[in-house]
């Protein structure tokens, strides 16, 4: 079984600055890939961030140039520091571990999620 916990949420006013933390711990090998998530009320979650075993990184448009995802592949945790926040980026937050399998389904793991509220 693997675990995922997310940490690092909060309120913060317009463009200030939070770092959100993932961390994982279980069965955890292989190849995988790790990102972030969010989903407001009435909406669908949507990708943020995501980072590959191998350190490729993806942004959502709307955060590019704001958000950083980066990883500590020994302590199996990722992080994602985000600047200038905006009132849209209130959103809770969610962590997820993908494990990749060659010729078989990925396996998904969710975090309990992490509230950003962005307001002044």
């Known amino acids: 079984q693997v675990q995922v916990v997310e940490s690092g949420g909060g309120l913060v006013q317009p463009g200030g600055s939070l770092r959100l933390s993932c961390a994982a711990s279980?069965?955890?090998?292989?190849?995988?890939?790790m990102g972030w998530y969010r989903q407001v009320p009435g909406k669908q979650r949507e990708m943020v961030a995501t980072i590959t075993h191998g350190g490729t990184r993806n942004y959502a448009d709307s955060v590019k140039d704001r958000f950083t995802i980066h990883s500590d592949s020994p302590k199996k945790t990722i992080y994602m520091q985000m600047n200038s926040l905006k009132p849209e980026d209130t959103a809770v937050y969610y962590c997820k571990r993908r494990h990749i399998w060659l010729g078989l389904p990925p396996d998904d793991y969710w975090g309990q999620g992490t509230q950003v509220t962005v307001s002044s």
């Open positions: 279980g069965s955890i090998f292989g190849i995988y890939a």
